[in-house]
């Protein structure tokens, strides 16, 4: 099993940033992907970001340039930041993880939601 734990949620204004964290722990497998979702209400759950376990990154277009994902793979870490924030980007913020083994994934995980709100 791994846990995931998000943090830095929190109610920011237009324009403004915030970095959120993950911190996972567990059975974590040599090979692995680490990403960020969010879900605004009434809409699914959409990927913004994902790093692999070999530092390879990817971008959903809707974030490019504005989303900066990182990782620590001696922490366990993946962080999150986000500058220029929109409305728009209103919506609960969720850490997931894919552990791989053989090019397939042996497990799917995702943390609790971390809330952020973009609002004057």
């Known amino acids: 099993q791994v846990q995931l734990v998000e943090s830095g949620g929190d109610l920011v204004q237009p324009g403004g940033s915030l970095r959120l964290s993950c911190a996972a722990s567990?059975?974590?497998?040599?090979?692995?992907?680490m990403g960020w979702y969010r879900q605004a209400p009434g809409k699914q759950r959409e990927l913004l970001a994902h790093i692999r376990d070999d530092g390879t990154i990817t971008y959903v277009d809707s974030v490019k340039g504005r989303f900066t994902i990182s990782g620590d793979n001696a922490k366990s870490t993946m962080s999150l930041q986000m500058n220029s924030l929109k409305p728009e980007d209103t919506a609960v913020y969720y850490c997931?993880?894919?552990?791989?083994?053989?090019?397939?994934?042996?497990?799917?995980?995702w943390g609790q939601g971390t809330q952020v709100t973009v609002s004057s």
């Open positions: 997931n993880l894919l552990n791989l083994s053989g090019g397939h994934v042996q497990g799917v995980y």
């Open positions: 567990g059975s974590i497998l040599s090979s692995y992907i």
